[in-house]
């Protein structure tokens, strides 16, 4: 059998006319089929090591895929937790009870029968603040793998009504016989600086320009030298541009900012203490303490200046030097006086005490002064008697309203200064930027027991720090030796307890101004 194929073969051959072509057909026939049989084994071959392989592979991404899962539900809920405090983003958020910790649902607050009516104008109320302050988050953008576009991915910045070139546009590893770009705009209008007919670029001067052309080196290089206008004046924007070929697009943002001057407040050459710190205080009925307060401060700094604001009944008269006195209506409050002494300070920064502390050789304002001059901060804070009484702020954003969560302590060190921590909020013995807390503002309607609610208004906005090593002391609380002294601070205590009302108007007013939904303190 194995000489039949040949022979057949040769029998062919010889159909032709040839004896000698038959002699040498027959064993190059021969090893013609032994080549091919060769070839069809060793496909079978690699065939079924193929299937051998892919079964192996298919048996590794089945064992793989059994490992493709999520940590358990106590290894996740760990990686969003911080200070105890569930921080994963929800749409809606809580503020859920624990040991130690009080929580306010700021609703059970609002009278039920004006509730509903309370709700629909923080809502409105909401909106015009969001003109008012549009959201910087720009829309997620994805970038697909290998788009032979370029483009700038952030840093593309213009102020209003002003023309900047975009850079690092360009199209790249493409060849096509026709070259496509369209770019898109919708805040402003895009142009070009290259020298082209209006063939190649369309739609100058508008928010769609369209170039076309067979030449890559030139379409880089009109790419090269885009510029975008700015053509509605907003103070803060994101134009979400997109940049499209024929088979790819991209998207990024162009950021409309206008900067703000500077104001600069002059220290003076010599820089002095009294040339960058006023020391601001308000007092109410007590003067006695007030005036051992001003007596300890010119006792280590003789000519600073002092702000003291008053809202007593019958106001005393205080003459010192280089001591501002400022009269208000009767029991106006505790933050409208904040707010009138700062009003009036012209130095860099104002230190901030109550009117019955006492400076000590531990009270040193320079060392304040020097973290604040030398990092971030907006303001930091000290020790009264040892106790910094620092706190976290942390807050959570739903879809309707936010909830706050105050713990007590620090968030981390304040890197260079070994005896400080970066916070939320401090105890009322701190040095402040001036520009920065007029900015935020003390809120006038809370006109007694308030301190937290300006950190409160300031999160997002004060960088806050707070630093053992700077401390002042705190007057007795020993009752008052003379009569009349006994009687003011009793006058001072019925105006100093925080009454169920005040608790409840408190916050109602978070709930409207700060549109919280609920606040957790511990």
Not at 9 to 15: D, H, V
Not at 55 to 74: C, G, M, N, T, W
Not at 122 to 144: G, W
Not at 267 to 285: N, Y
Request: one cysteine or more; a neutral charge.
């Amino acid at each position: 059998m194995e000489l039949a194929v040949p022979f057949l073969s040769c029998q062919r051959g010889a159909a032709w006319g040839a004896r000698k072509a038959t002699h040498l057909c027959c064993p190059s026939m021969k090893y013609f089929l032994i080549l091919i049989l060769c070839t069809i084994v060793v496909f079978l071959v690699s065939m079924r090591w193929k299937r051998l392989a892919e079964s192996q592979i298919k048996e590794e991404i089945s064992v793989a895929r059994s490992d493709l899962k999520l940590v358990s539900p106590e290894k996740y809920k760990s990686l969003f937790i911080y200070n105890g405090i569930w921080l994963a983003p929800k749409n809606q958020c809580e503020c859920p009870k624990a040991d130690h910790v009080h929580v306010y649902q700021m609703e059970d607050y609002i009278a039920k029968k004006d509730l509903a009516s309370v709700k629909e104008r923080r809502r409105k109320e909401f909106e015009h603040y969001q003109k008012r302050y549009p959201s910087m988050i720009q829309d997620l953008v994805i970038a697909k793998p290998n788009v032979p576009l370029s483009y700038p991915i952030q840093g593309v910045e213009v102020m209003p009504l002003h023309t900047i070139m975009i850079p690092g546009l360009g199209l790249h590893g493409v060849t096509e016989e026709k070259y496509q770009v369209i770019l898109r705009a919708s805040l402003g209008t895009l142009n070009t600086l290259a020298d082209v007919s209006d063939d190649v670029v369309r739609g100058r001067g508008k928010k769609e320009l369209i170039i076309l052309t067979s030449d890559v080196e030139l379409l880089n290089f009109i790419l090269e030298h885009v510029t975008y206008t700015s053509v509605v004046y907003q103070l803060s924007a994101v134009d979400m541009m997109t940049f499209e070929s024929r088979d790819h697009v991209a998207q990024f943002p162009v950021i409309i900012r206008q900067p703000s001057l500077p104001k600069l407040i002059d220290p003076g050459a010599d820089r002095k203490i009294s040339s960058l710190v006023t020391v601001t205080t308000k007092t109410f009925l007590r003067y006695h303490k007030l005036r051992l307060l001003i007596k300890s401060i010119r006792q280590y700094y003789p000519d600073i200046k002092i702000i003291v604001t008053d809202d007593s009944e019958v106001p005393e008269k205080i003459i010192e030097e280089n001591v501002e006195h400022y009269i208000m209506p009767f029991g106006k409050g505790w933050f409208a006086g904040r707010n009138l002494a700062i009003s009036q300070v012209t130095t860099k920064y104002y230190l901030w005490v109550d009117d019955d502390y006492l400076f000590t050789e531990n009270t040193k304002i320079e060392k304040l002064l020097d973290v604040l001059e030398r990092t971030n901060l907006d303001m930091v804070g000290g020790s009264v008697n040892g106790n910094t009484y620092s706190f976290q702020l942390l807050y959570e954003q739903g879809d309707d309203s936010g909830c706050l969560h105050l713990r007590y302590g620090s968030f981390h060190k304040l890197d260079g200064f070994p005896n400080c921590v970066v916070t939320s909020g401090v105890v009322n013995f701190y040095l402040a930027h001036t520009d920065k807390s007029r900015h935020v503002g003390y809120d006038p309607l809370l006109q007694r027991v308030a301190h937290s609610e300006f950190f409160m208004d300031g999160v997002g906005i004060l960088l806050v720090g707070s630093c053992s090593d700077v401390s002042i002391g705190h007057q007795d609380h020993n009752p008052a030796s003379e009569p009349n002294l006994t009687k003011v601070e009793d006058q001072y205590k019925r105006f100093r307890a925080n009454t169920q009302a005040q608790v409840q108007f408190k916050l109602s007013l978070h709930y409207f101004k700060n549109r919280l939904k609920c606040y957790s303190r511990s």
